[in-house]
């Protein structure tokens, strides 16, 4: 039987409902209602951000790790994130994840197995629920805009690797806080040519050129197939404290 999580709340068989909190959030609000339930969801809101902050305040430098929930063990993807994961913990950074499985449970594996701090910041999904086994510190959020905050206030860096939307809406996120120095420097490595490399291409060769980005923000991205290179560029970029493993 599936679980369901619903913040703090586990639900099986019938009790799973159809839709998500966030959906509900952001449903047509077509009755009146949302006057009387709309003040009360923003407590909801702020105990999640509240519960987030107070798990994560002391993590210590750290890198998210992005890509699709539905890379295989074995594949090429999970093998990459379980070594990018094990070497973030070894440079001394505690590793960030959406929780989930794929590339995600891979990098947390890594980063668990190696010893180090292995987080899964998982989400309300239907068809996705509950943080991986190999997250040693696990929270599970309702509302998606929470849960990215989570990303990126915790994180000095993200590494990249083939995802659908959901991993496009985070890369594209990070690359606009960056862009508009919303945070500081902050390093994003694509990780796969063949798979980043035509959006890259489109980013320069539409995007740039037609000057509704400029060169130099190409720059913030690092493309590369080398899991050292990715680390090097990591390292590099962002000074982690001795013993943050």
Do not use: C
């Not at 679980?3 to 099986?12: A, E, K, N, Q, W």
């Not at 905050?149 to 690797?161: C, E, H, N, S």
């Amino acid at each position: 039987m599936k679980d369901y999580h619903r913040g703090p709340v586990l639900l099986r068989g019938k009790n799973v409902p159809s839709t998500t909190t966030s959906g509900r959030l952001l449903q047509d609000q077509a009755a009146p209602d949302w006057l009387h339930e709309d003040p009360w969801r923003v407590l909801r809101i702020q105990s999640e951000f509240v519960e987030g902050f107070g798990a994560l305040a002391e993590l210590g430098p750290a890198i998210s790790v992005f890509g699709s929930a539905r890379s295989k063990p074995g594949d090429a993807d999970y093998t990459a994130a379980e070594q990018i994961g094990t070497k973030l913990v070894e440079a001394g950074f505690a590793v960030i994840t959406g929780g989930g499985p794929g590339v995600m449970e891979a990098a947390n594996k890594g980063a668990a197995q190696a010893g180090g701090v292995s987080v899964g910041l998982g989400i309300e999904l239907p068809f996705e629920q509950g943080v991986n086994e190999y997250a040693n510190l696990g929270l599970n959020f309702r509302y998606f805009f929470v849960r990215k905050t989570m990303f990126v206030k915790y994180a000095q860096g993200f590494i990249v690797l083939p995802g659908g939307f959901g991993t496009f809406d985070e890369l594209f996120e990070s690359l606009t806080l960056v862009q508009t120095r919303t945070i500081t420097r902050f390093p994003i490595v694509l990780f796969g040519h063949a798979y980043w490399d035509g959006l890259v291409g489109w980013l320069r060769d539409v995007v740039a050129a037609d000057g509704k980005i400029s060169e130099s923000e190409l720059e913030l991205i690092t493309v590369t197939d080398d899991v050292d290179e990715a680390l090097s560029y990591v390292v590099q970029t962002v000074e982690p404290h001795p013993g943050s493993a």
